[in-house]
């Protein structure tokens, strides 16, 4: 990263030598200036940097919200045609021992008279 020994690094930008004058206080200031736009411009990509994880986190929580809403209203569906289920059965039950009744016991009571 260092060239001659006694040359300043690489990295570090060479500034021309001071001027007197109003020409070097007018250079000053543009190059204070230029700095500190290079600040802002680092502390906004920092702060872009720093907020992406939280916004993808942010949103991550919503859809998680969100999908355990839908479980909840899928629970609720499933609870309702079980009951439904339950109830056609029970129904199911109830006609068929109406059946066996109507038909079967009195098929059964006629062939008992017939006998007699």
Known sequence: MHGQPGEPPVSV???????????????????????????????????????????????LSSELKAAEERAREFE??????RDRASRVEEWLVRIHKELEQTFFENKNRGARVERR
């Open 76 to 81: 609720a569906q499933a609870n309702h045609f």
């Open 13 to 59: 930008a060479a500034f021309p030598p001071k001027k007197a004058g109003p020409e070097a206080t007018m250079m000053t200031d543009d190059v204070g200036r230029g700095i500190v736009v290079l600040v802002q411009r680092a502390a906004d990509l920092a702060k872009a940097v720093a907020t992406e994880p939280w916004i993808f986190a942010h949103r």
